[in-house]
């Protein structure tokens, strides 16, 4: 297996070994999809387009939003998405 | 499943004789105790705490210990002069219904007096002990702890969402399950306020995070580094989430200091980070601080996942390896007990590693020894703290 999804919404997936772009990989919902780039280990890979201010999900939950829309194959990570996480202590 | 039923109605999966020191000084003493009675027939576990200055923590973990449904008998080790309450732990474990001894190493006359009437009264005890009546046990008996150490890339894909189904599967069960560390939530306190059985169980495991949070900085611990990005995580909340993932998605029946017994079936939260100011340096020292805990807290066994493998087991309770990562599943098999890494290596499903997760609990329980155990591991630490909340 070289890509896990965690949860049946979740839009992306966690390479289970370095993987290079090009490379076409099988989702578990058996759909083909072709890398746009290179994803490391452990690394996130957007499993369909996520656009801009939408909410990246992995284990069915959000992990921050995409800060501009992202193609299905792309390298999910710091450049193309943030933390949505403010600590509001007053609460 | 078999155990043993305690006179206080407490059902272990254990019948063990614990052997306790209350400060270092009395180490050795209740190490040779301990050391010369051991047998496979009924293992004499050391545990013990190190410190003179008296701890409320302390003397209630010690407390609860002691009282543990795997704990059928108990000799305190005492110097003499330290703060430790003997004679209340004495008291609390006679009223348990428990075969219960103290040996005062100044009163004694010296250390091989003491070693001679330590390993007497265990000797004494020994029947009474080997008798404690069988019971037939049902998951609605028993506690399953969770705690995580060593983690790596794979743990937040395999080994914890694993556990999470598991203790999903507990819990309908009619089990009680308790995860830990509000410092590795940091992000999640959103989530876990939703699944609070009652609005205010909500907002206290919402607010331990916070505390959490204040405490680490303190300590100069910060939550997310660059090697967490080079992993492939990107934001505090996917990191967390990692940790999360092993609470499984249950309501959240409440949040539980160290040594609070839950007072209900379900799933509970351990709230490990003192009150109050932060002086008591780290929250857990190491993960034994925390499976001493969750034992206090009455976990007959623990799930710890690991990814980088750690050996560690511990006295009093049997822990359950699950590793995470199929590298050092195939580098540390002696020491491991499940290895979740199939799911990377052979796809196995979540579902498939909470199967035999559920089937290796069972047979812990009913007796079958797990790795660490087996290896004779016994790890014990006990460290200071302090809780305002009672």
């Not at chain 1, 998405?81 to 007053?90: E, H, L, T, V």
């Not at chain 2, 004789?17 to 496979?40: K, M, N, P």
């Not at chain 2, 609605?140 to 999903?168: H, W």
């Not at chain 2, 660059?226 to 309501?251: D, H």
Request: some cysteine; hydrophobic content about 35%; aromatic content about 6%.
């Amino acid at each position: 297996m070289q890509l896990i999804s965690l949860h049946p919404n979740d839009n992306v997936a966690v390479a289970l070994c370095d993987l290079k772009a090009g490379q076409e990989v099988t989702l578990s919902d058996g759909r083909i999809l072709t890398l746009l780039e290179d994803i490391d280990f452990g690394h996130k890979v957007a499993v369909r387009a996520i656009k801009q201010g939408e909410k990246v999900l992995k284990y069915g939950l959000p992990i921050g939003s995409a800060t501009r829309d992202i193609e299905a194959g792309e390298h999910v990570h710091i450049q193309n998405m943030k933390s949505d996480y403010i600590w509001r202590p007053d609460r | 499943m078999t155990g043993y039923i305690r006179k206080d109605n407490r059902k272990g999966i254990r019948n063990v004789i614990v052997v306790t020191y209350l400060v270092e000084c009395a180490h050795h003493v209740a190490e040779q105790i301990a050391r010369q009675t051991d047998s496979e027939a009924l293992p004499v576990h050391l545990i013990g705490f190190g410190g003179c200055a008296p701890n409320a923590y302390a003397q209630e973990i010690m407390e609860r210990l002691c009282t543990h449904p795997n704990v059928g008998g108990v000799v305190i080790v005492s110097l003499g002069c330290e703060n430790f309450l003997r004679n209340q732990l004495l008291e609390v474990v006679k009223e348990s219904g428990r075969e219960a001894a103290l040996i005062v190493i100044q009163e004694e006359g010296g250390t091989q007096c003491s070693i001679s009437k330590g390993v007497e009264a265990i000797k004494a005890m020994t029947p009474t002990v080997q008798a404690v009546p069988k019971v037939e046990l049902h998951w609605q008996d028993l506690c399953i702890g969770t705690v995580c150490g060593g983690s790596d890339a794979c743990s937040g894909i395999t080994a914890n969402p694993a556990v999470g189904r598991t203790f999903d599967r507990l819990v309908d069960a009619g089990a009680t399950c308790i995860f830990e560390e509000p410092g590795e939530l940091i992000g999640c306190e959103a989530m876990l306020r939703e699944r609070g059985a009652t609005k205010e169980v909500g907002q206290q495991l919402y607010d331990c995070i916070h505390k959490a949070d204040v405490y680490y900085k303190k300590m100069g611990h910060d939550s997310f580094s660059q090697g967490n990005a080079e992993g492939g995580l990107t934001t505090i909340e996917e990191k967390s989430l990692g940790s999360y993932a092993k609470s499984g998605s249950r309501m959240i029946n409440g949040l539980i200091r160290p040594g609070e017994i839950p007072p209900t079936n379900g799933l509970y939260m351990m709230d490990v980070v003192p009150d109050g100011e932060a002086r008591w340096g780290f929250p857990n020292v190491s993960d034994t601080a925390e499976i001493v805990e969750m034992m206090a807290s009455g976990c007959h066994t623990v799930l710890y996942t690991t990814g980088r493998g750690s050996v560690a087991g511990s006295a009093i309770a049997p822990v359950i390896k699950v590793c995470s990562n199929p590298i050092t599943f195939e580098h540390l098999s002696e020491d491991m007990d499940i290895n979740a890494g199939r799911i990377i290596s052979e796809g196995a499903t979540l579902e498939e590693i909470a199967n035999e997760l559920l089937k290796c609990i069972e047979q812990v329980a009913d007796g079958q020894m797990t790795r660490s155990e087996a290896l004779g591991h016994r790890e014990f630490f006990l460290g200071y703290k302090e809780f305002c909340r009672k």
